[in-house]
DNA sequence: ATGAAAGCGCTAACAT
DNA sequence: ATGTTAGCGCTTTCAT
């Protein structure tokens, strides 16, 4: 593509871009040919120079296409792809005062549920060609702090997934840049929530229809904004089913919490097990098995999230989707939003519907 | 129109901070306390004006410490934390031609062995204080060339995982920023990469000695490097044990192809399957326990990369575990490295070793 | 429609 | 040891 068509009047123009080359790159260059050699370092001023026009001129055929002339513009960006160039981003942003950077910041990136997160947020931030960081908090509010401070000025925006943060240091943070949550609700801050109380919902439903009359829950961890709405749920939904509810936990939401509560899920004599989320229901499907207790004929087993893991097991579990794909994208979509918005106006709070799947750990309980 | 902002040119600058926030931010603030409005958009300026020293002398405070008095670094550093002042990475940047950020590319975000690569790489970079940029190429060379570029100026090197681009391509990319290259060999580029040929070895190795004779082995993307390196070993390692190969495939390596090919396995009639990855090998484990086909009784499977997944399902797999966490750090260990070292130098060819981890779906052979 | 020039926040000479 | 100043690459008045 580079080599070929000279269609613009520049056409005659001799290579240029090489000086900044000289500063040492080519040092490595040894035998490469021209066309790789021209490097992407080119500047504005090359650019200016080459095009013979101004460096605003420059800037405006980006920026603001209509506010230069037809053929002027074309001309100067044909020049700078030519030689490669793009503005700087980061000199754009100390003028214009925007990054063209998103932040996403997790818990613990070894959680599938945030690479759904991860991915959607990704994904729409690409489409308005924003890039994003993304830094692991490592299960720490302190950690999870000092990577805002970092994150701070190179960002237009952060997500906050699932966050760690007591709800007043939550709600005592700078609105600059704007902070959005995740898995959380904060007066005054915008936010994406997935509507897990009524998933819980739907799956006591589902299993009072079969019968079930009492039923364990395995919860995650106690400060969990979403575990908290779980037990929310399931307390109304248990209340209206007439069904028995056993609490256990709490426990690190992992599979090896799974294996480890199994038991005493069986000695609870429940005949269905709700998990905190995917992760603990397959480990306790898990040592189920090595138990050899049969699901879903001897205990039904439900999970929460729908990680792709939860179709992958035998038998397939039966869970709670929450749409985290679409919520990493919302979340970022948001903040976007806010960016173009001309005034301040109160916060966006989105709710994202869960749904139940179900798949093969859930039957009617055993007749007694 | 907004006056206040770039208004003196004579310097008497009002305080940036705090007509930033009057924007509308405040808005949000209202039972909050001064020091919590005190924005973190104060710049070097404002540090130095409320020290009551000159600009340069901040800066060197945070950039060489030894080069300021003590007491006068002390209070500056007391003022720049009361103002919540950090410097601003981005201008910093501009002046010194390191941002401060790396990008990872990887071709898709939503499969787990990548998930390994960037925990690692976030990791690693986070303690050299250096932030990551992640993009999802979408299994398309064009999709990553164009993250590329998009990313080129705002980080000091690349990590690209598992590249799609063709070796012609990954060959005439630009050399700034460095480029590291993870599981992708090529002449004259820093890489990763992951001794799966030997991991192989072993797998094959270990099926020999239980007495398999006949093996197949499901094939990953034709044009992974991955999966060249695999049949390589694999030639070697069935010639030397005597073992006749069937090669099925190539597919996409996915959980869904597993589930494909399952059947393919079965009628080739051999007694192990080696698979490209676990995702495929879970596949195979529950398309087999459809078709009631004893694992590892009738039919042993391995896969490679060990993902988390490989422990949870049931039988649990036996596989070839590739340091994808390790990988993650080490690339961005000699893109580090690469940075602070003098001059130019041979790139650095980093081979991790692979090992088999032996669980629950390898067994000897039913005698016929 | 275009150009000149100021300045975003910072660091690195070059003074003092 | 500290201050002054010249830019880094860019956008944006303000002139022309």
């Keep these: ?15 240029v871009g090489c000086d ?35 460096v605003a001129t420059v800037s405006r055929s980006f920026t603001s296409p209509d506010a230069v002339a037809e053929a002027t513009r074309a001309r100067v960006l044909a020049v700078a792809q030519e030689l490669r160039y793009a503005p700087n981003r980061a000199a754009r942003g100390l003028i214009t005062g925007r990054t063209g950077n998103v932040g996403l910041i997790v818990p613990d990136l070894g959680n599938p549920y945030f690479h759904g997160v991860l991915q959607g947020a990704q994904a729409r931030a690409r489409l308005a060609d924003y890039a994003v960081f993304v830094a692991d908090g490592q299960e720490s509010a302190a950690e999870e702090e000092a990577l ?16 760690r943060l007591a709800p007043v240091r939550l709600a005592a ?20 929530v997935v509507d897990s109380a009524d998933g819980m919902r739907q799956a006591v439903s589902h299993l009072a229809q079969l019968g079930h009359r009492r039923c364990a829950y395995v919860s995650g961890p106690r400060r969990s904004w979403s575990d908290r709405q779980r037990r929310r749920g399931l307390r109304a939904a248990a209340a209206a089913h007439e069904i028995e509810v056993v609490a256990l936990g709490p426990v690190p939401p992992q599979f090896e919490s799974g294996l480890r509560i199994a038991e005493a899920v069986v000695r609870s004599e429940a005949t269905a097990v709700l998990a905190y989320n995917d992760l603990v229901a397959v480990g306790i499907l898990r040592r189920l098995a090595e138990l050899r207790i049969a699901v879903p004929e001897e205990l039904s087993v439900i ?34 939003d806010g960016l173009s918005a001309a005034g301040p106006r109160r916060p966006a709070a989105r709710t994202l519907p869960a749904t139940l799947i179900r798949r093969a750990t859930t039957a009617a309980p055993r007749a007694t």
Excluded: C, W
């Design 303 to 336: 999970g929460f999230d729908d990680i792709p893991l939860a179709a992958m097991v035998r038998p397939a579990l039966t869970t709670v989707a929450l749409p985290t794909l679409r919520a990493g994208e919302a979340a970022v979509e948001i903040l976007l």
């Design 148 to 163: 805002i401070d970092a994150m701070r000025k190179q960002v237009d925006g952060i997500v906050l997934g699932s966050s």
């Design 173 to 192: 943070l700078d609105h600059s840049p704007t902070v959005v949550l995740v898995n959380r609700r904060v007066a005054g801050r915008p936010s994406v």
């Design 20 to 54: 900044r080359l000289s500063r040492g790159e080519n040092l490595y260059n040894h035998g490469i040919t021209p066309s790789t050699v021209r490097s992407a370092l080119s500047s504005i001023h090359d650019v200016a120079r080459a095009a013979g026009v101004s």
């Design 1 to 15: 593509m580079t080599g070929g068509r000279r269609s613009s009047p520049a056409g005659d123009r001799p290579p």
